[in-house]
């Protein structure tokens, strides 16, 4: 994906967290097809995870892991629920607006990874690399391929994607299905001079 598209997701996900305060559409049907004629790719299905960090801290975290709808509506309803849905943190104040720093992660189609056991599942997983989705019972998890850089250990890693799909740390004897994917993520970091 080209700079100047990940800049114009990068705003269209500022504004779409902005317009909650402002308390009407900044984003109405007619700037949103006006995007889409001149950005095709929005219109296009897509998955993203929008991730929102406050000082570095992560403040909310909230995804698609199958594209099922355009683009750009997977980007603004993500965006909006990373900062106002996130069960993990109290809804996002304006007063922390102007302190915040997006990151978009595009996500490529999740595949199964077949495996015999824990030490299988070790040697074919890529830390750094894979995101992982853990499914077991019913529930599920997933980590972005860059939570590897706060859990680098495959066991903290894994204990941790457990617990987040209210599982025991444990839970990789139970041998749950695994999927991994990768991601493009790019952040208003990247962009600043």
Request: aromatic content about 10%; hydrophobic content about 40%.
């Amino acid at each position: 994906m080209d700079n100047e598209l990940k800049k114009i997701m990068l705003n269209i996900a500022r504004i779409a967290i902005k317009e909650e305060f402002l308390g009407h559409k900044e984003l109405n049907d007619q700037v949103i097809g006006k995007l889409v004629n001149m950005y095709p790719r929005l219109a296009e299905p897509g998955a993203v995870f929008v991730t929102i960090n406050e000082r570095s801290s992560l403040r909310g975290c909230i995804g698609s892991l199958v594209a099922y709808r355009p683009l750009i509506e997977d980007l603004i309803a993500n965006a909006k629920a990373a900062a106002f849905g996130d069960p993990r943190f109290p809804p996002l104040r304006e007063s922390e607006f102007d302190q915040i720093t997006i990151e978009i992660s595009l996500i490529g189609e999740p595949r199964p990874l077949e495996y015999s056991d824990i030490e299988d599942l070790r040697k074919k997983i890529r830390p750094g690399i894979d995101g992982v989705i853990l499914k077991v019972d019913g529930k599920q998890a997933t980590f972005l391929p860059q939570v590897w850089g706060d859990l680098p250990s495959f066991n903290e890693f894994f204990a941790h994607l457990c617990i987040k799909a209210g599982l025991p740390p444990n839970c990789l004897e139970y041998h749950p299905e695994i999927y991994v994917y990768q991601v493009e993520k790019w952040s208003e970091e990247d962009f600043r001079e």
